[in-house]
């Protein structure tokens, strides 16, 4: 959170890319959270959200908000219009066990070159082929 009203989160690099595709052509987009545990809530953030890729320029502003990671390819920017909680009595109760290391792990072996191939083969459109704006066209 930056604000009461502005929300930010890194996207790391993953097999497809349709938020980025799709906040192309509507910028609107929904963040949902769940309580797993205890008192079930279930909380929606709507509002207004663009991509921010390594090329522009806030980039380097936003992302040094996260821990340093080699796959970041985005930084989605949220301004928010309305908060919503509702219940979460279907949710079901989950416990986490812990953090897995994969991803980690494949953008080490693969390193700033190969993510960037990656990138260009299988990040540039979304499933429906929309231009997602990984890479410059």
Aim: some cysteine; hydrophobic content about 35%.
């Amino acid at each position: 959170m930056l604000s009461a009203t502005r929300l930010v989160w890194r996207n790391l690099t993953g097999s497809g890319n349709e938020t980025a595709g799709h906040l192309a052509r509507v910028n609107r987009m929904t963040v949902m959270w769940c309580s797993f545990e205890r008192r079930p809530l279930i909380l929606r953030a709507y509002g207004r959200a663009r991509t921010v890729h390594p090329r522009d320029h806030d980039w380097h502003d936003l992302n040094r908000r996260f821990p340093p990671h080699i796959g970041a390819r985005q930084v989605y920017d949220l301004t928010v219009d309305l908060v919503q909680a509702s219940c979460g009595y279907q949710v079901p109760f989950m416990s986490f066990e812990g953090e897995r290391d994969t991803l980690d792990k494949w953008t080490q072996d693969r390193g700033t070159d190969g993510i960037s191939s990656y990138w260009d083969e299988r990040n540039r459109k979304t499933i429906d082929g929309l231009p997602t704006g990984i890479l410059p066209e």
